[in-house]
């Protein structure tokens, strides 16, 4: 089955720095979405994104499919966005999410 | 609020007890997912419903596993015979099916301990 790799595993920020998430996968995808995981357990949609650039806000992620990588920016980190970041690739017959082992991001005051 | 909902939001069981989870998708979508996450761990796809019809279980779901969406809205995760290993988080989430699949919203999940 498809592999997901996502690094670093662990990032401390202080607030204000910018940051750069990335996610490997091992097989073409057609699909593949960033989430927030907030200390609740709550995942928070970031972004679909199956190719190309988007942006919202603050963060910013490229997935650039052909070369079997994705990547998420954080500019001028916050404290609330401290948390763990999952990246996960879509099955295109089930849907279902193959997820990586997350970034657990601290971003201090 | 017309995202995902899911009942109870904890679940604390002795060992060796039924438990049933329910989870309410977003009322369009057809489609609905079950995932288990541990702690440390992304979350692991269980099962999932197109509909009303079960169309995929994973290797994780053992026989004391069952799940069901009988009128293809909500659905219910059960647990038999709970074993200390079961403790996790449990997820579901929803996805409308246009063609191929879009994007998946989770709902809150549910935390189960098993002492």
Redesign the interface.
Known sequence: GIQVEQSPPDLILQEGANSTLRCNFSDSVNNLQWFHQNPWGQLINLFYIPSGTKQNGRLSATTVATERYSLLYISSSQTTDSGVYFCAVVNSNTGKLIFGQGTTLQVKP | DTGVSQDPRHKITKRGQNVTFRCDPISEHN?L?W?R?TLG?????LT?FQNEAQ??KSRLLSDRFSAERPKGSFSTLEIQRTEQGDSA?Y?C?S?A?RG???????G??T?LTVT
């Open positions: 489609r997912y995932y996450q761990q992304g979350p692991e796809f999932y169309l995929e988080m997820l989430a996805s099916m191929r699949p879009v994007e998946q919203y989770f809150p999940g935390r």
